[in-house]
């Protein structure tokens, strides 16, 4: 098992900035694919579509074209641990964040989520 935990999120400005963490403990198995998904308001149901954010599997990145520019995605593997850190926010980037972790042995485990609401 492996357990995910977010933190960071909150109210901001548009324009202002935030920084989601999210630490993994449990069986971490490397290589693993940790990354960022978000659920806006309304998308909620049977399918949960959640929009991808931004992935880190090792060296390579890929990021939404909504927020690339604007978000960044970084790991500490010493600390298993994810960030997103978010800038010139927009009251479209409103939704929860999930962390995300993935290994083809262990298959995929979701964090419980994180508030991000983007209003002036």
């Known amino acids: 098992q492996v357990q995910l935990v977010e933190s960071g999120g909150g109210l901001v400005q548009p324009g202002g900035s935030l920084r989601l963490s999210c630490a993994a403990s449990?069986?971490?198995?490397?290589?693993?694919?940790m990354g960022w998904y978000r659920q806006a308001p309304g998308k909620e149901g049977a399918g949960k579509e959640r929009e991808l954010v931004a992935t880190l599997p090792g060296v390579f990145t890929n990021y939404a074209d909504s927020v690339k520019g604007r978000f960044t995605i970084s790991r500490d593997n010493t600390r298993n641990t994810v960030y997103l850190q978010m800038s010139s926010l927009k009251p479209e980037d409103t939704a929860v964040y999930y962390c995300?972790?993935?290994?083809?042995?262990?298959?995929?485990?979701w964090g419980q989520g994180t508030q991000v609401t983007v209003s002036s």
């Open positions: 995300m972790y993935r290994t083809v042995s262990q298959g995929v485990y």
């Open positions: 449990g069986s971490i198995v490397s290589p693993n694919i």
